[in-house]
């Protein structure tokens, strides 16, 4: 698997970033849905046996559990220095007053709780996992720089926010010579596409790298329209993300599965090819829950759609709501 520059900076990624939400104690945090070690085990057994080496977590997943589980799984299974770890600060890791946010006091205590619990002295990618507007960019960004300036994250990045805000932190960074950010972690797949009005000409005009979330459409894309698994047919959150534009998005949906048919491989591959085709993304982000997730993700980096089908699933598109931040 031949890895990618994510934008500008040194780092070197692979094309396929594996999402470990997907993995923790199912009654810690807000995802009852995510699996215990020993089930996520073959998961990362596959993901690096494929030669995946970007794994992406957060402190705020499964109440912490997914990032023990992500450093137990690849200090078992690599060498430090073949592996890149990212992971996220903002929500709230505990009840008190300053466990939440982006605050000096906040970013300073987490990076070093979520350390402990990756079992790693440093991670390569260091994200803020939304935007706090609570607390001034330039005490994040100055509390961002001096976690880097400690050997604690070799890189920053951030996710989810108004392009003005991503590009009002850069600002800042620039001007007080603080660490910026490399990298933009954004939902964007074939059914939200907002990002490509402002945030993905900012990232290829600044050399930011982007890191998709959710390029599946939380798995709506890789089954016939109306299909739903017991998930999803409950999930607020995919209702809410997915439920702007249903004429669009089963033209979509069905461009998907016609291309998929004739090409002789899964929706999943082709809405991932999708992805990765797009100029300014460097890498997808794919959770996975079956083995067939991950098969179909690194099949996707096989597959190259032509203008014409590109143009199919591209052309039902109609704009809607920004969701996710």
């Known amino acids: 698997m031949e890895h990618v520059r994510l934008g500008r900076s040194g780092l070197k990624i692979s094309p396929i970033v594996l999402g470990c939400m997907s993995y923790g104690t199912p009654d810690r945090g807000t995802h009852p849905w995510t699996l215990p070690e020993e089930e996520a085990r073959p998961f990362y057994v596959q993901a690096v046996e494929a030669g995946i080496t970007t794994f992406d977590t957060a402190d705020m997943y499964s109440a912490g559990t997914s990032e023990e589980i992500t450093g137990r799984m690849l200090g078992a299974l690599a060498r430090r220095e073949e592996i890149e770890i990212a992971t996220k600060v903002y929500f709230p890791s505990g009840p008190g007053a300053n466990e939440r946010g982006l605050s000096r006091v906040h970013v300073m205590a987490s990076i070093d709780a979520s350390l402990r619990r990756l079992g790693t002295d440093y991670v390569d990618l260091y994200q803020i996992h939304r935007w706090d507007d609570e607390t001034p960019i330039e005490e994040t960004m100055e509390a961002l ?70 390029p599946l459409a939380r798995g709506r894309l890789t089954r016939p329209w109306g299909e739903e698994t017991a998930r999803t047919a409950s999930d607020e959150v995919t209702k809410a993300m997915y439920g702007q534009a249903e004429q669009a998005d089963r033209a979509i949906t069905d461009a998907v599965g016609r291309i998929a048919g004739e090409r002789g491989v899964t929706r999943a591959q082709v809405a991932l090819a999708w992805v990765r085709q797009q100029t300014a993304v460097t890498a997808p982000i794919v959770g996975a829950t079956k083995a067939q997730h991950l098969s179909d993700a690194v099949a996707s980096l096989e597959l190259t759609l032509t203008r014409e089908e590109l143009d199919a699933l591209e052309q039902p598109y109609t704009p809607r709501r920004p969701e996710g931040f």
């Not at 010579?177 to 939200?192: A, C, H, I, K, R």
């Open 145 to 214: 720089h001096d976690v880097v300036k400690a050997g604690k994250a070799r890189y920053l990045g951030a996710s989810s926010m108004w392009a003005w805000q991503f590009a009002k932190a850069q600002h800042v960074a620039e001007r007080q010579g603080f660490t910026p950010f490399v990298s933009m972690q954004d939902q964007y797949n074939l059914l939200q596409r907002e990002e490509e009005r402002e945030m993905h000409p900012l990232a290829l005009d600044q050399g930011v790298g982007v890191l998709p979330w959710s």
